[in-house]
């Protein structure tokens, strides 16, 4: 089905697109701008009694609504062998309730010239809809409907199982980049789950069974393991009435764990590998570190540290004047791309990386260290007032921008509240980054660009014929206990 | 407690000591060579009206046995987050029963001469004791009173961790060619639990508890889940006798599921590492290559590549009349070391390896280049008559020695049987190893010794200052569902 988009790692292209997600909005400095120009939206944040917390940003521009509904489990929830699930799950939600049969609420929607969408990412699983706002009601019914009345048989799971697997062929088998971008995260995370593909192991995605989904949809979709967050023609007061009368009915779930995943030890060794692949038309040169997140930073007192990493993606990668492009496409002329970046929105740890491909007769060595010279630069020298400035204040600027669109704001005040941030902290980002000093932005260079804690990919062109690979090795079928 | 030795895979030269486990014995040519000299053991091989296998392996030559109880987990059985559990639970194991407590095995043990053991791997778990076989009973009393009769409280419980966690300070964090080998299966093993060390990854241990030992002894621990071993003095018959009157008694374990761990992806990316510790006197290169194991290869129709592995392992790197010694140490004087070794007991797939630490003046990537142009050879022109005939009579011959060792015997056997393999399969090894042809280690060389499938492990001395790592990134503190 391909009207939904899924949030894959899909390396530094998309992440870079991620990272202009990094985020903004609502009240302090940067409001009094957005204000001037939107009319000032007034977060609201409330809890159901059933658990289900509801964010409201009011948007009158237009009589339009985004509804979102985000749950608090993704691919890094899954159990181990079971790679896929969390997004297996997110196609299935498609597959109709006793009340509403496969394909009904797609059919109102686009009926009610709707859009409609879905993703899943390591930490959450979303839904939206984007409807004329006097529908709202309509589409918060069906979707706290199947919150907990999905309807699943082999005849449904069997053949979307077929369609994520040639979802799998498409986006990761087909895509050198994204290929790399996999072995890269699974030698980067040495035991914390984030190293599985959101999409999954293709030979673990071939077992996915209706057993596996609905014991995973069972355990984790409730209204008190999700976030409704609804921006547009609406006041908040009314979309709370509409909540309650919809999925407030809607009972919890039972047993949900507090989000715990197995975490990385020490990060002690330089790892870097090489990805041959006859598609590739221009080689590459990627690193991955891995770094606080947002999360993570807060809750281990790493107080800015985040925010400083922001500023330092920003310098170090983003566009045509930070420090990788210019030194190496413009000024030394070795590289025809390259770039950095930093997504704080992670549960866990998260990962800060550049990216480079070569100008003609540059080999990858001599390109990587041309990147590192340009690290090594910001580690001894720091960066200077100007561009620290310069990056501040687009960041800021770049977030209330954004602040336009209104599917992502509810976007972004969604993936906070699912990577353990809260409207607050979302609310006072602008504050934060204007706080970061070039200090910060070099000590976070020298304390967390150490590569120690990196994995440095390389993608290069396989000259050779294609040659099949020896057959995976199967494991021993159902050894058996006496 | 230092009486028990544990099972790491603490890198080259353990696992080369573990080959030479490889394996013989009983009927077959192999057993008339040996029944000549040891009176030729008849191998009985028993099931229990509870589940538990017993194996028996008759030694009259002195009035001793060895008891070697095997459970069928390992540390590839633990949930994800709780790496070090089964380890963990082997040391418990000697804290008490309601009967017996604390001490009172171990004493009895030593009062009537005896010496006792324990061992995790990946795949299994063992106790054994070695006592005059009159005390055969009693032994068997208590071992069968600690299957599922375990006693634990915080109070013996917590400090027993303080235990583990220093012996993974010895063991490993103090063993810089161990943090190599642990680093490496990290990086070898993109999804399966083999990734994780048996030790455990600290942060993880330090959270076990008892809650934690309890619920996987129960979940584990049972005479459907085990296999009884005892060789020495005792006819199978009484040994039968003595089982069902101990052990027979003992309750089935409810609900064990098949042995299934999560699998690994195709393999795609030679990978490679660098450890840099202050402590290293010697620099070594190593690789690991992901492999068959004898039971993946039977399971997958590969058959005798196994055994053609066993053959190439000793002709590559076993002795100073290897490929690889004679090559980097004896010709080109580049290394001051170098072999290589196969280990095939492995539930899932093994691993197949080299090592080489170079002599003065030799760079790291230079032995490596001349370590891979000895592989490259067996690979392009393969191994000769002499040296194969040389090699598979060596191998049959020391399995024939080993049988001199009743302890040897016994393990031999139990570790088969929780790999994967049978009584029949540990008969027929001799058999199977004279089959192999010098086509066969050719094509296995080919086949599997493919950088695609490996990561290479540097390790160097670290000359800069003893830095101290950034703390480790915790977790977000019991992310709150609502």
Do not use: C
Not at 358 to 383: H, M, N, S, Y
Not at 407 to 425: H, I, K, P
């Amino acid at each position: 089905m391909t009207f939904r988009k899924n949030e894959f790692s899909v390396g530094a292209v998309a992440l870079a697109v991620v990272l202009a997600s990094l985020w903004l909005p609502a009240f302090g400095i940067a409001a009094e701008t957005a204000a001037a120009k939107t009319g000032g939206p007034k977060v609201a944040d409330f809890k159901l009694a059933n658990g289900l917390e509801l964010v409201v940003i009011p948007d009158h521009r237009a009589p339009v609504v985004t509804h979102m509904i985000w749950y608090k489990v993704g691919a890094a929830d899954e159990t181990a062998g079971k790679s896929g699930l969390a997004h297996f799950l997110e196609h299935l939600m498609f597959k109709g309730t006793a009340k509403n049969p496969a394909g009904r609420f797609s059919t109102v929607v686009a009926r009610i010239g709707g859009q409609e969408n879905a993703f899943t990412s390591s930490d959450y699983t979303g839904y939206y809809q984007r409807v004329p706002s006097e529908q709202l009601r309509t589409v918060m019914e069906f979707e706290a409907d199947r919150m907990t009345g999905l309807v699943l048989t082999d005849a449904v799971v069997l053949p979307e199982r077929d369609v994520i697997l040639e979802e799998r062929n498409q986006r990761m088998e087909n895509n050198p980049r994204a290929r790399l971008g996999e072995q890269m995260d699974a030698a980067l995370f040495l035991n914390h789950p984030y190293g599985k593909p959101i999409i999954g192991w293709r030979h673990e995605m071939e077992q996915l069974s209706r057993d596996d989904a609905i014991a995973f949809y069972k355990r984790f979709y409730g209204p008190n393991d999700a976030v409704l967050v609804i921006a547009g023609d609406i006041e908040p007061d009314a979309a709370l009435k509409l909540a309650q009368d919809t999925y407030g009915k809607v009972k919890r779930v039972d047993g949900l764990a507090p989000r715990q995943r197995p975490q990385e030890p020490p990060q002690v060794s330089p790892r870097s590998l090489t990805l041959a692949d006859p598609r590739v038309e221009q080689p590459a040169v990627q690193r991955s570190y891995l770094v606080p997140s947002f999360a993570t930073a807060k809750a281990n007192k790493l107080s800015g540290q985040s925010e400083a990493l922001d500023v330092l993606g920003h310098i170090l990668g983003t566009g045509s004047n930070s420090r990788m492009y210019r030194s190496l496409v413009v000024d030394k002329r070795v590289a025809v791309s390259a770039g950095a970046y930093y997504d704080s929105s992670a549960l866990d740890m998260a990962k800060f990386g550049f990216y480079a491909s070569p100008g003609a007769g540059v080999t990858l060595p001599q390109l990587e260290a041309e990147a590192d010279a340009v690290i090594a630069q910001v580690v001894d020298k720091g960066v200077t007032d100007e561009e620290l400035e310069r990056a501040k204040s687009r960041m800021i600027a770049d977030a209330i921008y954004a602040q336009d669109n209104q599917a992502s704001m509810a976007r972004w005040y969604g993936q906070a509240l699912m990577t353990g941030a809260t409207v607050e902290d979302v609310r006072t980002w602008p504050d934060r980054i204007r706080a970061v000093t070039a200090q910060q932005v070099q000590d976070v260079a020298r304390e967390w660009l150490d590569k120690k804690r990196s994995v440095t990919g390389y993608l290069i062109k396989d000259t050779t014929a294609p040659v099949q690979q020896p057959a995976g090795i199967q494991p021993v079928k159902a050894e058996k206990r006496s």
